[in-house]
């Protein structure tokens, strides 16, 4: 079974940067694309972006000149970036395997979720 | 960016039918996905590609999709199945991953 679990402080000051880690164990590291999503108290569901194990990445638009994920197979992990973070950037982030085929792709395993609030 | 669209809110009684819609221009040539979401938990991938259900997923779940508007279903409606649902997309152009907005659906 896979499983997925983040990791990082639950509290980042304006203006810093985020740093956030997802550890996957269970099931095959390397064909698949990993993504991160984040949800804010009460709202619906936000796409951050998506890497795969070479390297290669997706960003959502909206977030793109602020984000970096990367990945180290090593140690089966891969993390998110969040630069110059407001309030607005608080909310619960999620990390997930992204199963692919054809043209579409959907989130078939998630991790429990880890909470960030951006506050000085 | 492409738009998918949800009512917020859908109400049903234990035994019965709910049906959630999700809306958007020609997602009939695009493979839906739909998530539930209890409270204080990750989402639950319970259909993929429109129609199959991931292993777990009671055979009460089901997906289709006509037209412009796609349907999650859910027959003999349980108190369980109280959450939010949410439908998703890839499009391959500007935002590849995009969620519709939720709906909450209410077991009466």
């Known amino acids: 079974q896979v499983q997925l679990q983040e990791s990082g402080p639950g509290l980042v000051k304006p203006s810093e940067t985020l740093s956030l880690t997802c550890t996957v164990s269970?099931?095959?590291?390397?064909?698949?694309?990993w993504s991160w999503i984040r949800q804010p108290a009460g709202k619906g569901l936000e796409w951050i972006g998506r890497?795969?194990?070479?390297?290669?990445?997706n960003y959502n638009p909206s977030l793109k000149s602020r984000v970096t994920m990367s990945i180290d197979t090593s140690k089966n992990q891969f993390s998110l970036r969040l630069t110059s973070v407001t309030a607005a950037d608080t909310a619960v982030y999620y990390c997930?395997?992204?199963?692919?085929?054809?043209?579409?792709?959907?989130?078939?395993?998630w991790g429990q979720g880890t909470l960030v609030t951006v506050s000085s | 960016s492409y738009v998918l669209t949800q009512p917020p809110s859908v109400s049903v009684a234990p035994g019965k039918t709910a049906r959630i819609t999700c809306g958007g221009d020609?997602?009939?040539?695009?493979?839906v996905h739909w998530y539930q979401q209890k409270p204080g938990q990750a989402p639950v991938l319970v259909i993929y590609?429109?129609?199959d259900r991931p292993s777990g997923i009671p055979e009460r779940f089901s997906g289709s999709t006509s037209g412009n508007t796609a349907t999650l279903t859910i027959s003999g409606v349980e108190a369980g199945d109280e959450a939010d649902y949410y439908c998703?997309?890839?499009?391959?152009?500007?935002?590849?991953?995009?969620f519709g907005g939720g709906t909450k659906l209410t077991v009466l």
């Open positions: 997930a395997r992204l199963h692919c085929s054809g043209t579409s792709c959907c989130l078939d395993y």
């Open positions: 269970g099931g095959s590291f390397s064909t698949y694309y």
């Open positions: 890497i795969y194990t070479s390297g290669g990445t």
């Open positions: 020609t997602i009939g040539s695009k493979s």
């Open positions: 590609y429109d129609s």
């Open positions: 998703q997309v890839w499009d391959s152009s500007g935002d590849p991953l995009v």
